[in-house]
């Protein structure tokens, strides 16, 4: 037939993606509630505890001289200190709630066995159990860190880090006060038990945290990506800045690790050592540290750190002015506590606000921060107990706490003013450059 008869035209839809029209969309994960990471923070907070309070109080009793108690909390946090070390392990293969798991329950086995020492004969058996175990336990800080940058928004960071310290020495340290209960009447191995447990079992409820299975990648990439990321964090200026204030010895809170080892100094009942340094305190703690973070959540949360660290150096001077009674050291020591449990929300909140938006590499960028202040700790303990050592050598021998305490106010006070005159440095050279004198930006 001539003409032939023009073709029709079918207008349809164009599919860009056909594949993706019909693929299922990706199952929705539960939101993981922020107070749930203060019961997961138990298993560390019990183990922090068990070196603040216990282990002191252990090694006092079986009458180990004041230098290797001071020695060994020392060590103990150091371990902290340099957890960065082999924090990449939970970067690794597994999901971090699985790495956390086995690190509470091998932690847990440490410690149990590490009471079941006689002392003093075997005091090195039970320093280096104690010591081993906190390596594992101190992973499962790092997991939980990591899963906090990748599952919490920034403007929840700061009730979350509430929360974590709320678990951490709250918590951690009302399970000080069971431990400390449970010394005055019963064996070192009942004692064990006790730790042990109150340190493996909240750790299962880890299994109610919804975390996507990890990328499988191989090793050289996953560690070349780490070492971007971490790279990036540090080469900015809050990074590397945060690093140096976690450095620091501002709001470390050290003096309250030696509490219990110079209670008879003040001539304590055991009773009000075990409620001072646990029930009390443990309320205290846990209470300060949640009005902490949400506070972290409305102001500058470095600023808020140097202020509880210029409030700690206040209530160890004051402390350590009073007289040497019963009532200095609970007063004291409560009122210290209260001002931990800010610090250690602050520290946490700006934390994960210098971590920001971490990925895979979550937990050690989390880890690289939280060793640095674990260091501090460390080096400010055997720091106040140099400071004590010379009180006793010019003052008294009875008055030695003091300078545990006149110590750490001084250290406090001193890394409160470097850091500032550093900040204070950097923002005239910064307003020093053509076209940024009138930018502004965070300390």
């Given at each position: 037939m001539w003409p032939p008869t023009p073709p029709v035209e079918y207008r349809c839809r164009p599919v860009e993606h056909?594949?993706?029209?019909?693929?299922?969309?990706?199952?929705?994960?539960?939101?993981?509630?922020?107070?749930?990471?203060?019961?997961?923070?138990?298993?560390?907070?019990?183990?922090?505890?068990?070196?603040?309070a216990t282990i002191g109080r252990i090694l006092k009793l079986a009458h180990v001289d004041s230098a290797t108690i001071e020695s060994t909390i020392a060590a103990s946090v150091l371990v902290a200190g340099i957890q960065f070390l082999w924090a990449?392990?939970?970067?690794?293969?597994?999901?971090?709630?699985?790495?956390?798991?086995?690190?509470?329950?091998?932690?847990?086995?440490?410690?149990?066995?590490?009471?079941?020492?006689?002392?003093?004969?075997?005091?090195?058996?039970?320093?280096?159990?104690t010591l081993a175990a906190q390596v594992a336990i101190c992973l499962t800080s790092a997991c939980l860190g990591g899963l906090i940058v990748t599952t919490v928004p920034d403007e929840q960071r700061g009730r979350a880090s509430g929360f974590f310290n709320f678990g951490n020495i709250g918590v951690g340290t009302l399970a000080g006060g069971v431990s400390l209960q449970l010394l005055e009447a019963h064996s070192l191995p009942v004692v064990g038990i006790a730790v042990a447990a109150l340190t493996a079992l909240p750790s299962l409820l880890v299994l109610f945290v919804d975390e996507p299975a990890?990328?499988?990648?191989?090793?050289?990439?996953?560690?070349?990506?780490?070492?971007?990321?971490?790279?990036?964090?540090?080469?900015?200026?809050r990074g590397w800045s945060g690093v140096l204030l976690c450095l620091s010895p501002v709001g470390t809170a050290a003096a309250g690790q030696l509490f219990t080892s110079f209670a008879d100094a003040y001539g304590v009942s055991d009773r009000w050592v075990t409620l001072t340094n646990g029930y009390l305190g443990g309320a205290i703690q846990g209470g300060a540290c949640l009005v902490g973070g949400?506070?972290?959540?409305?102001?500058?949360r470095r600023v808020a750190y140097l202020a509880a660290g210029v409030a700690t150096a206040i209530c160890a001077t004051a402390m350590a002015l009073g007289p040497m009674t019963q009532t200095t050291y609970v007063v004291g020591a409560l009122?210290?506590?209260?001002?931990?449990?800010?610090?250690?929300?602050?520290?946490?909140?700006?934390?994960?606000?210098?971590?920001?938006?971490?990925?895979?590499?979550?937990?050690?960028?989390?880890?690289?921060?939280?060793?640095?202040?674990?260091?501090?700790?460390?080096?400010?303990?055997?720091?106040?107990g140099w400071g004590r050592q010379a009180w006793q050598a010019h003052a008294s021998a009875a008055t030695g706490p003091r300078g545990i305490l006149f110590a750490d106010a001084a250290l406090n006070l001193v890394g409160v003013a470097v850091f500032v005159g550093v900040l204070s440095v950097l923002r005239r050279e910064r307003s020093a450059i053509p076209g940024r004198a009138s930018a502004s930006s965070a300390p």
């Open positions: 056909p594949v993706a029209d019909f693929a299922p969309p990706p199952p929705a994960r539960r939101r993981t509630p922020v107070w749930l990471f203060a019961l997961l923070q138990i298993p560390y907070g019990v183990s922090g505890a068990f070196t603040a990449p392990t939970v970067d690794v293969r597994l999901r971090r709630r699985s790495w956390y798991l086995i690190m509470a329950w091998t932690g847990a086995a440490l410690l149990g066995a590490a009471m079941m020492m006689p002392l003093p004969s075997r005091v090195g058996a039970f320093i280096a159990l990890p990328p499988r990648r191989t090793a050289r990439e996953l560690f070349g990506t780490m070492a971007r990321e971490v790279w990036a964090t540090l080469r900015q200026r949400l506070l972290c959540d409305r102001v500058n009122v210290y506590m209260l001002v931990t449990g800010f610090c250690y929300a602050a520290f946490t909140a700006f934390v994960l606000e210098v971590v920001g938006p971490a990925g895979a590499t979550a937990s050690t960028q989390y880890t690289l921060f939280s060793s640095a202040g674990n260091f501090a700790i460390s080096y400010v303990i055997k720091c106040e």
